[in-house]
């Protein structure tokens, strides 16, 4: 720094002309001479000279020559319209920056300045970057005082939706909700129903001689006596001619075998054999579905054919099969033959359908789909020979009993 030689005001190393009194800081320096500027083509230009008013300066007071503070100077305000005064022309004239002239221009071209320059147009460009970023992470024109607490008050609401709040969804899921349901399962279940108990079957059987009996549930391995492949006469049984009718037997046929099934018809029975082309087609059609023990030698009724041993034969095997295959073709409601009359009684919680019949040789047979107390179906056939009705009726009775218990 270096001061004033007339005020003593203190300007920078390279003014010069004084910023207060407006006049030549080095006296050497002649004024009044024209300044030459040497341009980059080598061109002398030449200033013209400036004639410079002297502004009277007040001596400093005394509390400034204690402190040691540089004098100030009050300027009036000037309005924009207002011609300057006299005494404040040569401050308005001088230019900036210690006297040299240019202006703002010239304090940009000034070399010196560029370094200036450079670090305040990067730190420009980082400002509008930064509050770029600043603007698209709050999501609008928020301060950042809202940004800042927005940002820190989100992210642990996303930490502990993600891992806090589905661990007890998942752990009361997997482990308590299955743990309960097998439970109620498995205690309903306990009773549950394995199968048929070949055993305790047979031990009922055993006790009645020339019987056979055959149990075939809709599901699960069936039960057969030890003579439930043996052949017996056949009467009472309808259940071939319904199956072969309703196999390809054809319309006529079809509605004569339902009308027979209701009512254990045999004009209805022999009518829908006709129509299905005799009983030569009959016993063809049971042979192909599988049923190698049945055959059909006479007509329903023909008791003088079979008195001359002309016979219609089955086995309990076959007739059980017979049942559970009907009532897969929903014929089981047209088997409306009162069985309670023949003394033969549905266990209770069951209901049962079925047919009976008698012929020669004292036959007497019971056919009986049974819906059992559990929803079980199963298809009993009882055969007997020489054992009379009322054997007939009790054997079917046991059976009932203990199938119902078992399935």
Not at 66 to 88: D, E, R
Not at 111 to 132: D, E, Q, S, Y
Not at 252 to 280: H, K, L, P, T, V
Request: proline share 7%; glycine share 10%.
């Amino acid at each position: 720094m270096m001061c004033c030689p007339h005020c003593k005001a203190q300007l920078p190393d390279d003014a010069d002309f004084c910023t207060q009194c407006g006049k030549p800081v080095n006296d050497s320096a002649d004024i009044g001479s024209e300044d030459t500027i040497l341009r980059d083509g080598g061109q002398r230009q030449v200033l013209p000279s400036i004639q410079m008013p002297v502004q009277p300066v007040p001596a400093p007071t005394p509390m400034q020559a204690v402190s040691g503070q540089q004098p100030t100077q009050s300027i009036p305000p000037v309005s924009p319209n207002a011609a300057p005064a006299a005494g404040q022309a040569a401050a308005a004239a001088l230019p900036p920056n210690g006297g040299r002239g240019g202006g703002l221009k010239g304090w940009l071209s000034d070399k010196r300045n560029l370094p200036i320059i450079i670090v305040g147009a990067a730190l420009v460009v980082a400002l509008m970057v930064c509050g770029g970023v600043v603007y698209s992470y709050s999501g609008g024109p928020k301060s950042e005082a809202s940004s800042s607490s927005t940002s820190q008050s989100s992210a642990p609401t996303q930490t502990e939706t993600t891992t806090v709040s589905p661990a007890p969804t998942e752990t009361k899921t997997v482990t308590e909700s299955p743990s309960s349901t097998p439970t109620a399962t498995v205690t309903q279940q306990a009773p549950a129903k394995t199968g048929l108990n070949s055993a305790k079957l047979d031990s009922i059987v055993n006790k009645y001689s020339a019987s056979a009996v055959s149990v075939v549930p809709s599901s699960g391995d069936p039960y057969n006596s030890s003579q439930a492949n043996s052949r017996f006469v056949a009467s009472g049984l309808y259940l071939p001619v319904y199956l072969a009718a309703h196999n390809g037997g054809g319309s006529s046929a079809i509605s004569y075998a339902d009308a027979m099934m209701r009512g254990m018809n045999n004009s209805y029975g022999n009518s829908a054999i006709s129509a299905m082309g005799g009983r030569s087609s009959l016993n063809s059609w049971l042979s192909s579905a599988g049923y190698s023990s049945t055959d059909f030698e006479r007509a329903f009724g023909d008791v003088t054919s079979s008195s001359y041993g002309a016979e219609n034969y089955t086995s309990p095997s076959d007739a059980a099969r017979m049942l559970i295959a009907v009532d897969q073709m929903g014929g089981t409601g047209l088997m409306t033959y009162s069985l309670a009359s023949e003394g033969v009684a549905a266990p209770s919680g069951a209901t049962i359908y079925g047919h009976r019949g008698r012929g020669i040789k004292n036959a007497y047979n019971y056919f009986i789909t049974m819906k059992t107390s559990s929803g079980a179906t199963a298809g009993i056939a009882v055969m007997t020979q020489s054992q009379g009705q009322g054997a007939a009726a009790q054997l079917a009775n046991e059976i009932l009993a203990e199938v119902n218990s078992e399935l």
